[in-house]
């Protein structure tokens, strides 16, 4: 079975400060697609990132940075500097290459960043 | 390109009424999937489908009914709607493989019933 744990339900920090949201699958695919997302107060749902299970290079966009870790499971995501614009729910998902075509979601991490 | 549309935005029902929730993608997207979002439990897959005239159950498809009539629609049905069907509905659509891409959301439609 597939599955994804966003043990963090809400985290709270100050601007300036870095935060990282934590995210741990699992899957029995050799070849699967993990995501980010975002979703702010307005409630759409905003794509941030996909990684495929053969690429285990780190990624970083601005302020944003993934560490992908096929060894532990885990896909996590860094907010550098926090601003209270990144105030939202991120969600992590899977997708696995066999079976059914779902797309797997964790319950989502609340992150709130205090002015 | 508008993406993924839905309709309605909102929309309120009583017990027992019926309605439907319109998806459409501009994007000639093979797949498409309609969730819904519950305080606390993240998106649930209700159904999905993998192509015109094709569809399957996802993790609560209980009390829904969808069709793929066009490619670029994906229809969600309520027969007989209940208080516990109150929440956030999202569309979205993807790629078929091998394109394993990500999935493109709709603004979502936030239903109450009461």
């Known amino acids: 079975a597939q599955k994804v744990t966003q043990a963090q339900t809400e985290i709270s920090v100050v601007e300036k400060e870095d935060v990282t949201l934590d995210c741990v699958y699992e899957?029995?695919?050799?070849?699967?697609?993990l995501f980010w997302y975002k979703q702010p107060p307005s409630g759409e749902l905003v794509f941030l990132i996909r990684?495929?299970?053969?690429?285990?290079q780190n990624e970083i966009s601005g302020r944003y940075s993934w560490n992908f870790q096929k060894s532990t499971s885990s896909f996590n995501f860094t907010i550098t500097a926090s601003q209270v614009v990144d105030s939202a729910v991120y969600f992590c998902?899977?997708?696995?290459?066999?079976?059914?075509?779902?797309?797997?979601f964790g319950t989502g991490t609340r992150l709130k960043v205090l002015a | 390109n508008a993406g993924v549309t839905q309709t309605p935005k909102f929309r309120v029902l009583k017990t027992g009424q019926s309605m439907t929730l319109l998806c459409a993608q501009d994007?000639?997207?093979?797949?498409m999937y309609w969730y819904r979002q519950d305080p606390g439990m993240g998106l649930r897959l209700i159904h999905y489908?993998?192509?015109?005239?094709?569809?399957a159950k996802g993790e609560v498809p209980d009390g829904y009914n969808v069709s793929r009539l066009k490619k670029q629609n994906f229809l969600l049905g309520l027969e007989s709607a209940a208080p516990s069907q109150t929440s956030v509905y999202f569309c979205?659509?993807?790629?078929?493989?091998?394109?394993?891409?990500?999935?493109?959301f709709g603004p979502g439609t936030r239903l109450t019933v009461t």
């Open positions: 979205a659509s993807s790629y078929p493989p091998p394109f394993m891409g990500e999935q493109y």
């Open positions: 899957t029995r695919d050799t070849t699967y697609y």
């Open positions: 990684r495929n299970s053969f690429d285990e």
């Open positions: 998902a899977l997708r696995g290459t066999s079976g059914t075509y779902k797309y797997i």
């Open positions: 994007m000639n997207h093979e797949y």
């Open positions: 489908s993998v192509g015109e005239g094709t569809t």
